[in-house]
């Protein structure tokens, strides 16, 4: 295997896990997650939306033919995240850690990586091709 080919890997995996990892908490009626969606004014249709929407986002992701798509969903979910800890909305610190706030930068930033690698695969829908 090339090294790009790995490197690709490991940031579709990376922001896959993470991802996959939140939905038990957000499935589950947890009680940090229904505080956070409380706290946001969004409890329970925000945190069951952004579920479906961060697991449609995860297997859009390890799929290969539809990569860019899932980066890009993932992108824009994970920058609302990072919005709404950085307001002070949420704080960066959430139930006495910033394991949150870790983890929505690392999948923004792999997957703003995975979105400019993939971006002619978006792109493409709308007739713009790759120039060789």
């Known amino acids: 295997m090339k090294a790009t080919t790995i490197f690709i890997w490991v940031l579709r995996v990376v922001a896959a896990v993470i991802l996959l990892q939140t939905l038990f ?32 986002a995860s297997i859009l992701i390890l799929y290969p033919r539809t990569t860019g798509w899932g ?33 929505a930068l690392i999948v923004f930033i792999c997957c703003v990586v995975l979105s400019y690698i993939f971006r002619f695969q978006v792109l493409s829908v709308f007739g713009i091709r790759r120039k060789m």
């Open 71 to 103: 980066s890009g969903l993932a992108t824009g979910l994970m920058a609302g995240a990072l919005y709404f800890h950085l307001n002070g909305t949420l704080g960066l610190k959430w139930y006495g850690d910033y394991s949150l706030f870790i983890y």
């Open 25 to 56: 908490f957000k499935f589950s009626a947890a009680p940090e997650s229904v505080a956070l969606f409380t706290r946001l004014g969004m409890e329970p249709w925000g945190r069951i939306g952004t579920g479906i929407l961060e697991l449609l």
